[in-house]
Structure formats: C-alpha cells, structure tokens
Nanobody, 126 residues
Framework: QVQLVESGGGLVQAGGSLRLSCAAS????????MGWFRQAPGKEREFVAS?????????DYADSVKGRFTISTDNAKSTVYLQMNSLKPQDTAVYYC??????????????????WGQGTQVTVSS
C-alpha cells in the first residue's frame, strides 16, 4: 500500500506561482509513474502532468499547462513536485497526486492510477 500526502496549496493572485509537494510512503518501490490531476467544482478530474519514476523520468503535460507547470521528483525523499508559474483563475481546483503501479493503458487517465492523495486546494484570484 502507498500513502500520498499533498501540500503547498493556497491562495495566489493571477500571474503568481505555487509549488505543490506530494510525499509518498509505504511500498513506493513499485511505483512506475507519478501524476498530478485537478478537479474543479462541477467538472471531471483532469490530467495535469506525469513523470516516470523509472526508464529515464519522461514527463508529460496537459496542453493547458505546458510551458507554465513543471513536474519533478526527488526519489531520495519519495516526493513529487509541481511547480506552477503564471497561474490563471482557470487553474483553480483541488490538486491531487497519484501513483501508478500497474499499467492500465494510459498515464493521463485517472482510472490508470492505483493510489491517490486527499488533495490540496489551489485558488487563483483575478
């Protein structure tokens, strides 16, 4: 079992920055991919970014955040980060980190992930 705890959310003005952290514990050695998703009220959970924990650390980003957000990991600390720059009001959502340990077809689909954190609120004011 893997436990994930997000932190770093908060209130920021448009154009500002936040850095989210996700600390993983438990059987983390079996994790292949870590992802960030977000969910706004009344909307489905959507993919934000992912990073491979093996095989070179390949990354992927949603088009809506590419060039503004950066995902990274510190394997020694079993932590994944999401640096968010140039934030926009439409980035407002609860942000979740997730761990994939068994491939299910796509790294951008929530159903592919095995473990989830409780989420951290990000609010961007105009």
């Amino acid at each position: 079992q893997v436990q994930l705890v997000e932190s770093g959310g908060g209130l920021v003005q448009a154009g500002g920055s936040l850095r989210l952290s996700c600390a993983a514990s438990g059987r983390t050695f079996r994790t292949y991919v870590m992802g960030w998703f977000r969910q706004a009220p009344g909307k489905e959970r959507e993919f934000v970014a992912s990073i491979a924990c093996r095989s070179g650390g390949d990354t992927d980003y949603a088009d809506s955040v590419k060039g503004r957000f950066t995902i990274s990991t510190d394997n020694a600390k079993s932590t994944v980060y999401l640096q968010m720059n140039s934030l926009k009001p439409q980035d407002t959502a609860v942000y979740y980190c997730a761990a994939l340990q068994s491939y299910r077809g796509s790294y951008s689909l929530p159903a592919s992930y095995d473990y989830w954190g409780q989420g951290t609120q990000v609010t961007v004011s105009s």
